[in-house]
């Protein structure tokens, strides 16, 4: 079975950094992808980075852009997320999510959030002003 598991989330202040991390388990090979997802209250969940194993091929939403980056541990099945220059309206909970390859799947660099078959539970990250 497939198991996310995020950590790191937490109260930060405006302007300033957190790193979550997600830890992946229950499939093999390095073929993947890893996503990071967010969801505020009263919000629709939306894509935030996302990132390719075997290319490193990167994608961010426009808010996020020069402030977060999104790397991956194809040895361990880990992916982090360093937050830079948080804003409150970074606010919410962040959910990361895997989709894995096959042989008969192709991995594809997206923030659409139903590509991805396995989700965490979520780690509250919070931003004050």
């Known amino acids: 079975e497939v198991q996310l598991v995020e950590s790191g989330g937490g109260l930060v202040q405006a302007g300033g950094s957190l790193r979550l991390s997600c830890a992946a388990s229950?499939?093999?090979?390095?073929?993947?992808?890893i996503a990071w997802f967010r969801q505020a209250p009263g919000r629709e969940r939306e894509g935030v980075a996302c990132?390719?194993?075997?290319?490193?091929?990167?994608d961010y939403s426009d808010g996020v852009k020069g402030r977060f980056t999104i790397s991956t541990d194809t040895a361990k099945h880990t992916a982090t997320l360093e937050m830079n220059s948080l804003k409150p309206e970074d606010t919410a909970v962040y959910y990361c999510?895997?989709?894995?390859?096959?042989?008969?799947?192709?991995?594809?660099?997206?923030?659409?959030?139903?590509?991805?078959?396995?989700w965490g539970q979520g780690t509250q990250v919070t931003v004050s002003s």
């Open positions: 999510a895997l989709q894995p390859g096959g042989m008969l799947s192709v991995v594809i660099t997206t923030l659409v959030d139903v590509v991805y078959p396995h």
């Open positions: 229950g499939f093999t090979g390095d073929d993947y992808a």
């Open positions: 990132i390719r194993s075997r290319d490193g091929d990167t």
